[in-house]
């Protein structure tokens, strides 16, 4: 079973690569699972309209993340292929504040059966000046998003922090997510090959 997993602020182009991928794996034959975070199967994404509209504290949407990635990676079908829009990287960087959340936050990382832990995650990775720019031509998606939009500088800061522990084997790819869908494609595309995860 190979693994990958997709991360990013809002706007960095996250879904156009998760479709330029999907799309790929379609005309390759290659089978492939995708999936979702918070959500990802029928009962999940119930949770996700729970969560995202949700005021619940820090500690609380920490515990709600994990609970449903735990549910999430029991119910998925072993297929050849597993893609992650969104993981445990993404409960890292947007719900650690402190050294204590940090403890819990790896702890839990931890027991995650280590079949699924990915191969590669790719991060799309936005400077301010193009977040904003993109940010002015769209509405927010959720409420999660308005939340998080003044904190961008402490996310990516997570980010850049988590991709320096080691989980695993786990490749962390940072890609620059200012350059055009289809360059950011063809660095995924030749990252997946580097690692042998497609010929
Ligand atoms: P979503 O619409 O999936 O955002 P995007 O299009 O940017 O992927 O909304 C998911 C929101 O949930 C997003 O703001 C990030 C947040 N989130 C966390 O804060 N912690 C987590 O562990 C996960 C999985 C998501």
Redesign the pocket.
């Known amino acids: 079973m190979k693994v990958i997993s997709f991360e990013?602020?809002?706007y960095?182009g996250?879904?156009t690569q998760i479709k330029l991928l999907k799309k790929y794996f379609i005309k390759n034959n290659i089978k492939s699972t995708f999936t979702?975070?918070?959500g990802g199967n029928k009962d999940l994404e119930k949770i996700r309209n729970v969560?995202?509209k949700s005021n619940f504290n820090n500690l609380s949407?920490i515990m709600f993340?994990f609970a449903s990635?735990f549910a999430l990676i029991s119910s998925i079908k072993k297929n050849d292929f597993i893609v992650f829009?969104?993981?445990?990287d993404?409960?890292y960087?947007?719900?650690k504040y402190n050294s204590k959340e940090k403890k819990l936050i790896i702890s839990l990382i931890k027991l995650i059966d280590k079949n699924f832990i990915p191969k590669i995650t790719f991060y799309l990775k936005l400077d301010k000046k193009n977040l904003i720019r993109r940010k002015d031509k769209r509405l927010y998606?959720?409420k999660?998003?308005k939340k998080?939009f003044g904190q961008f500088s402490r996310i990516q800061k997570n980010y850049e922090e988590i991709s320096k522990i080691k989980i695993g084997e786990r490749k962390f790819v940072a890609i620059d997510a200012s350059l055009s869908a289809n360059e950011v494609h063809d660095k995924i595309i030749l990252n997946l090959k580097k690692c042998k995860l497609i010929k």
């Open positions: 990013g602020f809002e960095s996250k879904s979702r975070e918070p969560i995202l949407l993340f990635r829009d969104r993981f445990f993404s409960t960087a947007y719900q998606s959720n999660f998003d998080y």
